[in-house]
């Protein structure tokens, strides 16, 4: 019974004694589990499959669980290592006293289980303890109506033990590897071979310096959303190359400018930090780059989707114009194609929607040309380019303008316009087509139209008023005369009803122009004078689809960013631990020659501050460069309010700058534990 005992006991023993390594694994372990079990739960989750839009949420939980999956296994795997590297004394130890590598492993196997059954089961009991809490909250975030109860998933228990299981089986696999091919004398030296001087690397300099600069170049001069999004992924591994690079040679670099400089480096608190540092930079480097680029990522990832979260609004109200907002596209200047039957499409519009029982309180339309355009020194010119730069054009009459915005219609002469909202400086714009062109003279400029303004084009919209249907006619058979596929005008119909539409009443709406079979079911005749399509487009249903794609890309931004902040936590730690039993005996000499207390805190102040901050200055610099790619690509998503962006960064940046101080103090009191 001792023998069957035995191996399991020193395993838990080992455990309680490296409590200090074992802990932050074993919470790693707990905490990554239970926020994978949570979006599991809430992707297998059946009592919400009935909801309308829920499918966004599954689709962020699916994304999240596979990001998480494959960052976790990397985090494991980097505190596994760390764990074997300060044991090496330990295993060695066991192997000169006489226990084989075959009975080494067996404890190894022992305590992977230990360690795998408390973290998997704790991080269960804690998804299941906050499984309800969370959902709630997402809830609310994405506006649903809260479900009565929220039971335990089990394909997501299932799911939640099986992934984490194979991880920790592989990180043993590694460590049984790692013991059968080590030799037991160089286990017991341990870390105590030092390290060499390291060589100031020019050629690893100068390629930070390009990798990082060229990131920088194409995240500041991007202008275009869809070609900043084909070009993020390139720019950020180009910041992660040079990160790594400036790291690991210009911090050497400048140590030793430190070092140089006699009145800084000839100061007690400096002269140990510096030279301690120096020594095993090579190591540092590539902890302070993981820390730097973790920080990155959160901060960006959080700051984007608090962005759009909280910029939903201002899109849905801007794009969606009435409770009920139809669309229908036409080309007036076909002679086959009839009269225009705008009046027919609204009425059949109305009487559909009050046999809902559904009073109509308003209902106005109005007509507007849209064309894409590439830019040129007097104005613009229609055309599909393949290069230069691209607006998106929108015309509309002066009295269109007046029944959009309710506003007074500007009083224009023929061949003059209104600029709503800016977008370009000049006097007299020129549209230029197929061999002809029509000059337009900027008499005012107008506040800019929600409604242009806050659109999906990847294209920076202009929008121009022009003084009757004449005017507005000429511009569209000249855009109609250049594109080999013209745009055709489009009529929008707005109607609003007496109270704003719940989700019974949005029900309602779909019923009065769809129909129970999904079928269009107003009565409109099959040729309605010229208009191709028909589409209608409700505001209650806009704002739950709105909602639960920016609530699920928010949700999924925090809890990956929680995941990551775990991460950065973790390798902070662990490199305070690690260099603190380094630095251990070279404090206890010191205070011997006569190094006093505070000196020895003075010095692991600074050298602590050092390592510290110099992550997070870092990464303070890579947002402030990245800022205008965030912005580009928030712009596929219609949200050009570049202030709230703004805010929504610099709060989610000091959030970060606080939480990570409470780090700094948390692991620099750890440290100075060792080393005093």
Same mark, same amino acid.
């Given at each position: ?118 973290? +998997? ?96 170049? +194409? ?32 911090? +050497? ?241 707005? +109607? ?181």
């Amino acid at each position: 019974m001792r023998k069957k005992s035995f191996y399991p006991m020193m395993a838990l023993q080992n455990i309680i004694k490296n409590r200090r390594f074992f802990l932050p694994y074993l919470l790693t372990i707990t905490g990554t589990s239970a926020a994978f079990y949570i979006m599991c739960a809430l992707c297998t989750d059946p009592g919400a499959r009935d909801l309308e839009g829920y499918q966004y949420v599954q689709s962020m939980m699916m994304i999240g669980m596979i990001v998480a999956t494959l960052f976790t296994a990397g985090i494991l795997l980097y505190t596994n290592g760390f764990l074997m590297k300060q044991r090496k004394r330990e295993l060695g130890l066991y192997n000169i006293l006489g226990m084989g590598k075959a009975h080494i492993g067996l404890i190894l196997c022992f305590e992977s289980l230990i360690v795998g059954l408390g973290g +998997i089961l704790s991080g269960l009991f804690l998804g299941l303890l906050f499984h309800r809490l969370v959902t709630l909250l997402l809830y609310r975030m994405l506006r649903f109506a809260v479900p009565f109860g929220v039971t335990a998933s089990l394909p997501a228990f299932c799911a939640t033990a099986a992934v984490f299981a194979a991880m920790i089986f592989a990180t043993l696999l590694i460590n049984l590897f790692r013991v059968q091919v080590s030799n037991p004398v160089e286990l017991l030296r341990g870390g105590n071979v030092g390290e060499r001087e390291p060589k100031t690397r020019w050629l690893l300099t100068i390629l930070g310096v390009v990798t990082l600069g060229a990131g920088y170049y +194409i995240a500041v001069t991007v202008q275009d959303p869809a070609l900043a999004l084909a070009l993020y992924f390139m720019a950020v591994i180009l910041v992660i190359i040079g990160t790594f690079c400036l790291f690991t040679a210009v911090s +050497i670099f400048v140590l030793k400018a430190l070092r140089k400089n006699k009145r800084f480096y000839y100061q007690t608190r400096h002269f140990i930090g510096v030279s301690g540092m120096l020594y095993r930079m090579k190591r540092n480097a590539v902890g302070l780059a993981n820390i730097c680029i973790l920080s990155t990522m959160v901060m960006v990832m959080v700051s984007g989707t608090l962005s759009l979260y909280l910029g939903t609004g201002e899109i849905i109200d801007a794009q969606m114009v009435a409770d009920v907002n139809l669309e229908a596209r036409c080309n007036p200047l076909d002679p086959d194609q009839g009269e225009l039957t705008s009046d027919l499409i609204l009425s059949e519009s109305i009487r559909a929607i009050e046999a809902q029982g559904l009073p109509v309180a308003a209902s106005r339309h109005f007509r507007y040309a849209y064309a894409v355009a590439t830019c040129k020194e007097d104005g613009f010119l229609f055309s599909h380019p393949d290069r230069g730069e691209r607006r998106a054009l929108y015309f509309l009459t002066a009295s269109d303008y007046a029944v959009l915005t309710g506003n007074t219609a500007p009083a224009l002469a023929s061949g003059e316009a209104a600029l709503c909202g800016g977008g370009t400086d000049l006097d007299t714009v020129v549209l230029h087509g197929s061999g002809s062109a029509i000059p337009l003279r900027i008499a005012e400029r107008l506040e800019r139209i929600p409604l242009f303004d806050v659109t999906s084009d990847i294209e920076i919209p202009l929008c121009f008023v022009v003084s009757d249907d004449a005017a507005l006619m000429e511009i569209y058979a000249l855009q109609r005369s250049t594109f080999a596929r013209p745009y055709n005008l489009r009529w929008i119909g707005l +109607i609003d009803l007496v109270e704003s539409p719940g989700d019974q009443e949005a029900e309602l709406l779909e019923d009065a122009f769809w129909g129970r079979q999904g079928i269009f079911s107003i009565e409109i005749p099959e040729d309605f004078g010229g208009y191709e399509s028909l589409g209608v487009s409700l505001k209650a249903r806009a704002e739950r689809d709105g909602y639960a794609m920016a609530g699920g890309f928010l949700f999924l931004g925090i809890v990956l960013g929680v995941i990551f902040l775990m991460a950065t936590v973790l390798i902070i730690y662990y490199k305070q631990i690690s260099e603190g039993y380094e630095d251990r005996e070279r404090f206890e000499i010191m205070q011997k020659v006569g190094l006093t207390k505070a000196e020895v805190k003075a010095s692991i102040r600074s050298q602590v501050l050092m390592v510290f901050f110099l992550p997070i200055a870092v990464a303070a610099v890579h947002i402030l460069f990245d800022f205008n790619m965030v912005v580009k690509l928030l712009q596929l998503f219609a949200l050009r309010n570049v202030p709230l962006t703004a805010m929504c960064t610099l709060d989610t940046v000091l959030v970060f700058f606080i939480v990570y101080g409470v780090v700094y103090l948390l692991t620099a009191r750890t440290y100075y534990k060792i080393v005093s």
